[in-house]
């Protein structure tokens, strides 16, 4: 039996499926974090088995979709000097900038490599000597402990051409931001397992209680998402409000110590701007000063850029589950992952991206 075959258990879903719409008897709209827990919904067909009365929002969290077009312009203005080797995940690379991608400059011969991890950047470095090598180090804190990691193996290493291009995010900051919204439709989360792994949950009970939303810690497989459904549906209806994990073989409430530890050593929080959300205080994680020798922004004097974005595109919206993908004018019309008009439809964890591949086609 694999590991997660009981989690993809068809009965225990169905039974728990069956126990929602037992006791839903009102609507309720709940929030997904995470864009793999929106693709894992629509993938299994889960949000088709829920009751009408049930409203499922995508929120913010993918990482790919989040990221400021002045970062991607920045990373596009280094891949085009002829000394420089920029490394990214393979979503970024085809996401649009203010007037282009990564791709197009890759295909006119800039050095854009697509690397799985800073690990695989770190070792381009060790190869490249006679190259700078910058990591486009975007993510939330799932990834942020690693690329503190990279950052600090090569000042150990005393790697003079590697530096990373930061864009990391915090989530805890865009709940109380959604949550604050006079538009904030939300009257229950389902927490992402992996950002609490690392970080735990003991961040979320205050905004629970402030703002009266349960929250309910849940994994990417079937079994999780209906049960961590049903926890949170269960809380509203009474009238409680607190985090709870049923995500116990991953999550605990204090989170991976020593990781949390590697990110706090390296970065410091900042106030970061969000693609199609604005600035959100405290939500962003940007290297310290004595790691400003592995900053790229820093190293290559990149001047910041006010860039306001004209497109058609309603990403910032559809991450603020203010609208839904279809909801867009444009979805699987003149948007389509071969053409996309935003980092939505682009990312492997992109909402629109999981609306088109299991709904649309």
């Given at each position: 039996m694999k590991r997660d075959q009981p989690f993809r258990d068809a009965d225990v879903v169905k039974r728990y499926i069956q126990a929602i719409h037992d006791i839903t008897d009102q609507?309720?709209?709940?929030?997904?974090?995470?864009?793999?827990?929106?693709?894992?919904?629509?993938?299994?067909?889960?949000?088709?088995?829920?009751?009408?009365?049930?409203?499922?929002?995508?929120?913010?969290?993918?990482?790919?979709?989040?990221?400021?077009?002045?970062?991607?312009?920045?990373?596009?203005?280094?891949?085009?000097?002829?000394?420089?080797?920029?490394?990214?995940?393979?979503?970024?690379?085809r996401v649009p900038g203010s007037r282009e991608d990564l791709l197009s400059v890759k295909s006119r011969g800039g050095d854009v490599r697509i690397v799985y991890s800073p690990t695989d950047a770190l070792k381009l470095a060790r190869q490249h000597p006679d190259k700078q090598v910058v990591f486009f180090g975007i993510g939330f804190e799932t990834t942020a402990p690693a690329n503190a990691m990279a950052v600090l193996g090569a000042q150990s290493e005393q790697l003079n051409n590697f530096s990373v291009l930061t864009s990391q995010v915090r989530v805890p900051p865009a709940i109380r931001a959604i949550l604050s919204s006079d538009d904030c439709r939300v009257n229950g989360f389902l927490a992402a397992g992996h950002v609490c792994t690392v970080m735990g949950y003991h961040e979320y009970t205050p905004l629970a209680k402030a703002f009266k939303t349960p929250m309910v810690v849940t994994g990417?497989?079937?079994?999780?998402?209906?049960?961590?459904?049903?926890?949170?549906?269960?809380?509203?209806?009474?009238?409680?409000?607190?985090?709870?994990?049923?995500?116990?073989?991953?999550?605990?409430?204090?989170?991976?110590?020593?990781?949390?530890?590697?990110?706090?050593?390296?970065?410091?929080?900042?106030?970061?701007?969000?693609?199609?959300?604005?600035?959100?205080?405290?939500?962003?994680?940007?290297?310290?000063?004595?790691?400003?020798?592995?900053?790229?922004?820093?190293?290559?004097?990149?001047?910041?850029?006010?860039?306001?974005?004209?497109?058609?595109?309603?990403?910032?919206?559809?991450?603020?589950?203010?609208?839904?993908?279809?909801?867009c004018p444009c979805f699987a019309d003149s948007c389509t992952p071969e053409h996309p008009l935003g980092a939505t439809m682009v990312s492997s964890e992109g909402a629109c991206a999981a609306y088109y591949r299991y709904r649309k086609r």
């Open positions: 609507p309720w709209t709940i929030m997904e974090i995470c864009g793999g827990q929106t693709h894992a919904f629509l993938r299994h067909g889960i949000d088709t088995l829920l009751p009408p009365d049930i409203t499922l929002l995508h929120g913010p969290g993918c990482p790919v979709c989040v990221t400021p077009i002045d970062k991607i312009d920045k990373a596009i203005e280094l891949a085009q000097q002829p000394d420089i080797m920029l490394c990214s995940f393979g979503d970024m690379v990417f497989e079937p079994v999780d998402l209906v049960q961590g459904m049903l926890m949170c549906i269960r809380q509203l209806r009474e009238g409680r409000y607190e985090v709870e994990n049923p995500y116990k073989r991953s999550v605990t409430e204090a989170g991976n110590r020593p990781a949390q530890q590697a990110l706090l050593n390296v970065f410091e929080r900042v106030d970061q701007t969000w693609r199609g959300i604005g600035v959100i205080p405290d939500s962003g994680l940007a290297l310290r000063d004595q790691y400003a020798a592995f900053d790229a922004e820093k190293k290559f004097q990149l001047k910041n850029m006010s860039i306001r974005e004209e497109t058609d595109c309603m990403s910032g919206l559809v991450l603020q589950g203010l609208k839904k993908p279809t909801d």
